[in-house]
Structure formats: structure tokens, C-alpha cells
């Protein structure tokens, strides 16, 4: 194995010295190059056309969503997915195949309903934000004040907004890396907080979205501190339809009823598998993903994908002529959704030996194309994600690489983090929405995220390379 | 006018010649012309100019959806359609708008759910066929009987499927021409029947769409004297679950609640208004659409794009420097949906001036952009659309017209009819679903829309070519 790795830096040198000479060296530049991919060797692509050509993933997707369905934190269908993750991860072969507790919340949606009662009566597609308290038995009715973004309505008086059912019609911008989903986010996750604090009696908001389909989209939010008054998602059609009716200038009502309430915490578990390393094998290569799902759809893209394609790499490095030097953990994390109730309780329980995890990677965005690399590591575990960036034809990105949601608690510990950026140009058409289903999964296309995941996670896991620590400053998530 | 008749005639004539020295006359072929039109006359290129300027169609299916939104047969939003219609003619600056009474059916959807309940446990979204009876209160479990097409349940023995629920899993398939919702709809209209007769208990059908999202396709079934049974469509992702469970090989159970019911009749009407004719106000051009939609959307493809088109047809013609000679007749229809209702009742009551009746047209298929044109006129009025065809770069389509639904009642009369065909590629997508929303409308393509039934319209109705009567022979419907 030794002699193996000698020979693949040996040639990581050369194709440096290459690089050199072509005048190479910003890989941020890589765009060019993406379309061949010249310089990966004979058992690198070996390894990604077996993974292009395997239908193994897609068939785990399906299992998993066809024969378990919605699973969210604290549900029937979130205890039978952990069965389900155990017996995937012992029909695979992977070792030492175990759960671990974790405490989860137990929300249920309920009941979901709205109109718009005036100027122009509508029913109105809604669903109720995670976490959200229901109404009053006989709803919520009044008046509607809508405001563009979640700054135009923290700036506003209190007194615009007391008694009134607040919209918050911020709209988001499709594109390849999802950046606008993160600058949307805010009116759902803070949008209820502003307004309890406010006086106001609930908060709707446009859906955190780029479809246009009579499906809204829920997804966490959280109170703090405020005064907890009820929340939903209108569909994106419902949005523009209620935004017509306030551009009207006439008074808007709206009648809202959520039955919507938190159940006492539930145990539910990160279900953990391993291919242990063949000569390294305390050190660990963590591959994640999250397990549960929100209620509405089967969760598909969110994040049954990812599941598949965590299980999908494993198994195919498990399958090696050579095994990995290092140990390939995969984690199917509880409870992402609502909390990261799995991330934190992994990141406590394995605290000790957060310094033998050489590398952590999530796959969390459904079957979008891979496109480029990032990385938040050592220089030397750069540079090393660098060559099989370019070995690849995939851009390297300069952005800090994130880890994926449920490795966020990792960061404290500077373990290394690693991420294939996936095109989330129609991701956030059906996430979180009814419409999560197994059709929205494009085969060829994840099994092109396997083939990117599996030949960068067998560089680094045969790599002799220092990965860590990560670079302290990271961009606040 | 007449002179402005004489030398459009001797520009037709022109331009034959031309054709003929082209080696051109096989209209069929003309696909290569399609993106120009070298042919069109100042005049009309002005019209379709400034109707491909014009937002004014795109602002009445707004202000019909925004403002009226579903209108199902009997109910009260079809009230406020038929008001709408009548101010909406009037603003427009129609000549003779007034209503004609029809008595529509009132059916209400009332609450319908459904659940897989074994093997594996799922909810699933479905939607109640229009006319479908309900069910008990405490809903129907059964065992679920799955046939790929109506034929293969026709010839099923009814053994097989007494006290079960039948599944019809025809999958229908995507073409510009729209032609396979006509050989899929036969599992909607008459599945219920056939599984009435045979003893079934319910019956599902996979949506009649082209789409894939969790919102399931409504439309009319009909169980003539066949025992009552429920009946309701699964959206395709749905679908595509029962089918895994019933490939699964397991016994299939599933629970179907729908509360659906037939009221009494109601009374809503057709709206009419014209635009006079200048010279032979007798002879009548008869633009329709239909007013109704299903009552799950705010009916913007299916009709308020129709309505629009021919609204905004008939006020930019009103606008001409020479209004046209013969009368434009707007005519929006109640109850297409769900039995013809206002396309029979205008047959009957103008049956007397059905012979004045030169040309019929009806726009049906959302903001779909034109590609050609199809005829069921005298061989006059044949060569006189070809013509029109060519001078828009439409391709010329041998099937004869069918002048669209409400024009159906119009074909014993032996009433001229012409289509101009719309791209139905994306219809099925959303058609008779809650995401039958405005923002499925694109403006540029309503817009083309309109400039093709402009120019048509314009020289149909200032010719003094006789069009009918139209052939007998007619494809079945």
C-alpha cells in the first residue's frame, strides 16, 4: 500500500510540474478544463466510471423513499429509517454498524388552512413553518401588512405592525451555488421572532423558493426569546397572488388556522457504519448526511439523495482492489431539519477523537451535478484537493468549504472539512415541499456526484497527507 | 371597404402566383417558411405588430384570475366570472354585451384524502374526478388492482376486481400537438364506469398529465348508467408509489376518503358582446373560450387565457382603421368542464342563425404559441386560411379543425371552424390542477397568440370568401 502512495505522489509532483509550465496555478481559473479530465490516472478512472455506470445509489434513494417515505424528527417514519439505515449498512458490508441516541424535538404540522378574504377571496396553498404554534381553535382573521424584505420590517414601528398578520415577500434568485437560499433564509428562520417581538398576531412568508408550484415550502424557524405567535409558507402562486391584492391598495384580510404544536422530545438515532482502513485505520474520513426528512414530501433530494450517495461511495471504495489506508465513517445524521439535534450529539459524543478525523464531507443538495471543490483545510490538504479538482475538470473554489449543516459543529474542533458544490439551480424548486419525491432525483446525474465523492474520498483516504486543522476564521454559517 | 376587399383579393392572387413559381403549394411542408413572413401584407404586419406589442391580454387573465380567480360551474366565484365578463366586454367598448342563461351542474369537490396503507404506509395527494360520488363517511379500505390501460381492465374478468379498488396506471405521453391527453383521457371519462360495472369499489387513476408534481389533475368522468362508484386521480409522483408497491409484489391496501357531492342545478350563463360588422353585420365571426375553470386553480391556462385571447382579439380588430366587414361575436361559455353545458345551450339557442355563423374559433390550450392552422371549411375558405397560414409562417396541418369543445355542439349545423394550433407541449403540466396560476402564463407567448388570431380573424372577417359549409365527415370527438 506504502509503495502505492509513493508512486501517486510521484506523479501528483509531475503533473504539478506540468501545471508549472502551462502557467497553471489559479484553480479558480479552472473553468476550462472541466469539460475533459485529463490527468486523472488509470485507477481513478477506473474507480469513476464504475461509479457513473452503478445504479447503486439511485436504487438506495428509491428504497428509501418508497419503502419508509417522510421520516421527520420524533415520527413513526423517522424510528423506521434508522431500521432501515442499519439494515442498509449491514446488507452493504460496512463494519461496525451501530447507532447512537439522540434526543430529538417532536413537532407535527396538523392541520394547515388559509384565505384571503378580501379584496378578492382566495384559498391560499399554506404550510406551517417548523416549530410553528398553531392558532386559536377558530383561526387567526385580520389585516395584512406586507413588507419586502425582513429589514424593511425590523425597521418598521411596532404600531404598523400590532394586530395585524405580517407577509414577508422577499423573493429568491436562482442560482448554480444556492447563494440565494442563504439570503432568504432569514424571513423564515427570524421572520415569526421579528414579529412576536413586534406585537404582530402571525407571520406568512413567500416560500424560501425558485419553483412556482402551488406547494409552499416549509422549514425551520425559531422563536428565541420572542413571543411565539403562528407561521406559515404561501406557495409561491399564493405569494404573488396576495402581493396582487396588496398592490391593489385595497384593505387585505386573511384568515389563517394552524393546529400545529410541539410533542415531548423523542429518542431517535445517527446510524454509523464504517470501512475500516486498511493501514490507517484510526484515522477517519467522515462522510454525512442526514437522515431525516421533512413531513411533506418523501424526502428525496432532502436528503435521501445524499444518504445514497454517502452509502454509494462507501461501498464502492469498500470494493477497492486496494482499501482505503483510512477509515471511510459514514454518519446518517437525526434530526438536521430541525435543530441538528444529530450533528451536535455526534460532535459531543466523539469529541476525543475529533483530531483523528482527517476530513469531514456532507452530501445534502440532492442529485445536483457536481461542479467544483472547496475545501477548509491545512495548506498541504489544499493542495491536495486542488489536484483532484483539476484531475476531476472540476472548479476549484476559493469559498471556505462549510461541511454541510450537520458537520457545523465540527468546526469548533478545526477538523477539516471538504465539499463538492452540486448545481442547486433547481434544488430549491421542490425542497421542503410535498413535491420532495423520488421523480426529482435524476439518476445520471447522482451517479455523477458518487463518481466525484468516490474519487476524492480514495485520494485522501490512501493519502499520507496532514489535512488539518482548519483555518480558524470561517464565514459566520 | 369594398375596395379594400377588392385589392387584398388581388394581392391573394399575387401571391399565388408567386407560390406556384416557388414550386410551393404544399402547405403541409410549409415548416420552412415558418420563421419568416415575407409574405404579410402592411397592414396585417401592423396588426400582428401591435398586438406582439400589446400587454392587453395578459392584463385581462390577470385581473380574471387576480380578481375572480376558480369559477367552477354553480358556484359563486362563476357568479363573479359572469359579472366580470359582462364589465369586462363593456369596458372594452363591445357592441350588444348582454347573457344568455344556461343551466349548469353544481358540483362541489368537498374534502378528499387518501393513504397506501400497506406494504408500506404512505400519504398520498389525489383529487376527486369531476361527478364523482363520495364516499361512506368512514372512507373505503381495499385492496388495491392495478391495469396499465382501460383496455386491459375492459378485459379483465370481473372477478378480479370486485370489492377491490382499481388502479389505472396509464402513463400519457408529452407531444406539441397535445394528442396524447385524447388517448389517455379515456382512463378518466370512463374508468369509473367500467369499474362500476364490474363491481369495484373505487377507482383511481394515475393523473392525466404530463407533469410531475404532487398536485393531482381534476376532470370530468362520466358513469352513464353504470353503478355509482368514487373515483379520484393520484398526482404522478403518487402514481408512480402505488406503482412500487403494487411491483413489489406485496398485497396492496389503500384508504380513499372523498366527501364530494352533486347539488342541485344552478343557472349561469353565457356572455356575449360583439364587435359589429361594417359592412355585412350579419355574417358572424364567433370567437369562443370558456369562462368556467376547475375549481382547484385560478384557471389562468385553462380558460382565462382563452378568454383573453379572444377578448383581446376582438378589441384590437375593434380598433382597425377599417373595422372589419363582417361581425365578431366574443362568446365565453359556462361549463365546459363538466358537460358542454354553454356550448350546447348556445347551439340550441341560435340555432336559427347557425347558417350566418361564416367562421367558428375557440381558444382552449392556455398561452401555448401558435405553430399552425387547421380548417374545417369550404375548399374557399380552406385556400383562404392556407393562404393566411403561409402569410404568418404557420405551418399548415391537414387534420381537420375541431374548433374546440364549445364548438362541438356547432359540427351537426355543418358551422365553419378553424384552429389556430397552439404549442401544448408544457399545457398537461399544470391543466386542471391548483397550479392552473397565473404565473403559467408567459406574456410573450399570449401575446403571439393573440397576433396570430388577429390576423386571421382580420381577414376572415373582412373576405367575402364563403367558408362553409364545412365537410360532413368529421373525426370522432
Same mark, same amino acid.
Given at each position: 500500500? *506504502?509503495?502505492? +502512495?509513493?508512486?501517486?505522489?510521484?506523479?501528483?509532483?509531475?503533473?504539478?510540474? +506540468?501545471?508549472?509550465? *502551462?502557467?497553471?496555478?489559479?484553480?479558480?481559473?479552472?473553468?476550462?478544463?472541466?469539460?475533459?479530465?485529463?490527468?486523472? =490516472?488509470?485507477?481513478?478512472?477506473?474507480?469513476?466510471?464504475?461509479?457513473?455506470?452503478?445504479?447503486?445509489?439511485?436504487?438506495?434513494?428509491?428504497?428509501?423513499?418508497?419503502?419508509?417515505?417522510?421520516?421527520?424528527?420524533?415520527? $413513526?417514519?423517522?424510528?423506521?429509517?434508522?431500521?432501515? %439505515?442499519?439494515?442498509?449498512?449491514?446488507?452493504?458490508?460496512? =463494519? &461496525?454498524? #451501530?447507532?447512537?441516541?439522540?434526543?430529538?424535538? #417532536?413537532?407535527?404540522?396538523?392541520?394547515?388552512?388559509?384565505?384571503?378574504?378580501?379584496?378578492?377571496?382566495?384559498?391560499?396553498?399554506?404550510?406551517?413553518?417548523?416549530?410553528?404554534?398553531?392558532?386559536?381553535?377558530?383561526?387567526?382573521?385580520?389585516? @395584512?401588512?406586507?413588507?419586502?424584505?425582513? &429589514?424593511?420590517?425590523?425597521?418598521?414601528?411596532?404600531?404598523?405592525?400590532?394586530?395585524?398578520?405580517?407577509?414577508?415577500?422577499?423573493?429568491?434568485?436562482?442560482?448554480?451555488?444556492?447563494?440565494?437560499?442563504?439570503?432568504?433564509?432569514?424571513?423564515?428562520?427570524?421572520?415569526?421572532?421579528?414579529?412576536?417581538?413586534? %406585537?404582530?398576531?402571525?407571520?406568512?412568508?413567500?416560500?424560501?423558493?425558485?419553483?412556482?408550484?402551488?406547494?409552499? #415550502?416549509?422549514?425551520?424557524?425559531?422563536?428565541?426569546?420572542?413571543?411565539?405567535?403562528?407561521?406559515?409558507?404561501?406557495?409561491?402562486?399564493?405569494?404573488?397572488? +396576495?402581493?396582487?391584492?396588496?398592490?391593489?391598495?385595497?384593505?387585505?384580510?386573511? #384568515?389563517?388556522?394552524?393546529?400545529?404544536?410541539?410533542?415531548?422530545?423523542?429518542?431517535?438515532?445517527?446510524?454509523?457504519?464504517?470501512?475500516?482502513?486498511?493501514?490507517?485505520?484510526?484515522?477517519?474520513?467522515?462522510?454525512?448526511?442526514?437522515?431525516?426528512?421533512?413531513?411533506?414530501?418523501?424526502?428525496?433530494?432532502?436528503?435521501?439523495?445524499?444518504?445514497?450517495?454517502?452509502?454509494?461511495?462507501?461501498?464502492?471504495?469498500?470494493?477497492?482492489?486496494?482499501?482505503?489506508?483510512?477509515?471511510?465513517? @459514514?454518519?446518517?445524521?437525526?434530526?438536521?431539519?430541525? %435543530?441538528?439535534?444529530?450533528?451536535?450529539?455526534?460532535?459531543?459524543?466523539?469529541?476525543?477523537? +475529533?483530531?483523528?478525523? @482527517?476530513?469531514?464531507?456532507?452530501? =445534502?443538495?440532492?442529485?445536483?451535478?457536481?461542479?467544483?471543490?472547496?475545501? $477548509?483545510?491545512?495548506?498541504?490538504?489544499?493542495?491536495?484537493?486542488?489536484?483532484?479538482?483539476?484531475?476531476?475538470?472540476?472548479?476549484?473554489?476559493?469559498?471556505?468549504?462549510?461541511?454541510?449543516?450537520?458537520?457545523?459543529?465540527?468546526?469548533?474542533?478545526?477538523?477539516?472539512?471538504?465539499?463538492?458544490?452540486?448545481?442547486?439551480?433547481?434544488?430549491?424548486?421542490?425542497?421542503?415541499?410535498?413535491?420532495?419525491?423520488?421523480?426529482?432525483?435524476?439518476?445520471? =446525474?447522482?451517479?455523477?456526484?458518487?463518481?466525484?465523492?468516490?474519487?476524492?474520498?480514495?485520494?485522501?483516504?490512501?493519502?499520507?497527507? @496532514?489535512?488539518?486543522?482548519?483555518? &480558524?476564521?470561517?464565514?459566520?454559517?
Amino acid at each position: 500500500m *506504502l509503495s502505492a +502512495l509513493r508512486s501517486r505522489l510521484v506523479r501528483m509532483g509531475g503533473l504539478a510540474l +506540468l501545471t508549472l509550465a *502551462l502557467g497553471g496555478g489559479d484553480w479558480a481559473g479552472a473553468k476550462s478544463t472541466r469539460s475533459s479530465a485529463p490527468a486523472l =490516472d488509470p485507477a481513478d478512472a477506473a474507480l469513476r466510471d464504475q461509479a457513473l455506470a452503478s445504479d447503486l445509489a439511485f436504487q438506495l434513494v428509491a428504497s428509501l423513499t418508497n419503502e419508509v417515505g417522510a421520516r421527520p424528527a420524533g415520527s $413513526a417514519g423517522n424510528a423506521r429509517a434508522v431500521e432501515w %439505515g442499519v439494515a442498509t449498512m449491514k446488507r452493504l458490508g460496512f =463494519d &461496525e454498524v #451501530h447507532t447512537e441516541p439522540v434526543t430529538v424535538p #417532536h413537532w407535527v404540522r396538523g392541520e394547515n388552512s388559509g384565505e384571503i378574504m378580501a379584496p378578492w377571496p382566495h384559498a391560499a396553498a399554506l404550510t406551517a413553518l417548523g416549530g410553528s404554534v398553531g392558532t386559536p381553535e377558530e383561526g387567526i382573521t385580520a389585516e @395584512v401588512v406586507a413588507f419586502p424584505t425582513l &429589514e424593511a420590517f425590523q425597521s418598521a414601528d411596532d404600531e404598523k405592525v400590532r394586530g395585524k398578520i405580517v407577509f414577508l415577500d422577499r423573493h429568491m434568485e436562482r442560482t448554480r451555488d444556492g447563494r440565494g437560499y442563504g439570503e432568504t433564509v432569514p424571513i423564515r428562520r427570524d421572520g415569526p421572532a421579528v414579529g412576536g417581538s413586534k %406585537g404582530a398576531l402571525a407571520v406568512l412568508i413567500r416560500s424560501v423558493a425558485t419553483g412556482s408550484h402551488r406547494l409552499p #415550502h416549509t422549514g425551520a424557524t425559531r422563536y428565541g426569546d420572542a413571543p411565539k405567535i403562528p407561521a406559515a409558507a404561501l406557495s409561491v402562486p399564493d405569494a404573488d397572488l +396576495l402581493a396582487a391584492e396588496v398592490a391593489s391598495g385595497q384593505p387585505v384580510r386573511f #384568515h389563517l388556522k394552524l393546529t400545529s404544536r410541539t410533542l415531548p422530545d423523542e429518542t431517535s438515532a445517527n446510524v454509523i457504519g464504517e470501512v475500516r482502513g486498511s493501514t490507517h485505520p484510526e484515522e477517519i474520513v467522515l462522510l454525512g448526511a442526514h437522515l431525516d426528512s421533512w413531513d411533506l414530501g418523501t424526502g428525496a433530494i432532502d436528503d435521501g439523495a445524499g444518504c445514497a450517495i454517502v452509502l454509494a461511495t462507501a461501498k464502492l471504495l469498500a470494493g477497492l482492489p486496494h482499501r482505503p489506508a483510512r477509515t471511510l465513517r @459514514v454518519v446518517l445524521f437525526a434530526n438536521e431539519e430541525f %435543530g441538528l439535534s444529530g450533528g451536535r450529539a455526534y460532535a459531543k459524543a466523539h469529541e476525543a477523537e +475529533l483530531g483523528k478525523h @482527517v476530513l469531514g464531507m456532507e452530501a =445534502d443538495l440532492g442529485s445536483g451535478r457536481v461542479w467544483g471543490v472547496r475545501a $477548509a483545510t491545512s495548506p498541504a490538504g489544499t493542495d491536495l484537493l486542488k489536484s483532484v479538482a483539476r484531475d476531476l475538470g472540476l472548479e476549484w473554489n476559493e469559498t471556505p468549504a462549510d461541511g454541510g449543516a450537520d458537520l457545523s459543529p465540527l468546526e469548533a474542533a478545526r477538523v477539516p472539512l471538504a465539499d463538492l458544490a452540486q448545481d442547486a439551480s433547481a434544488y430549491f424548486n421542490d425542497h421542503h415541499t410535498a413535491d420532495d419525491t423520488l421523480d426529482k432525483v435524476d439518476p445520471k =446525474d447522482l451517479a455523477q456526484v458518487v463518481s466525484s465523492f468516490a474519487v476524492l474520498v480514495s485520494r485522501v483516504a490512501s493519502s499520507p497527507t @496532514v489535512m488539518g486543522p482548519a483555518p &480558524e476564521a470561517k464565514p459566520s454559517r
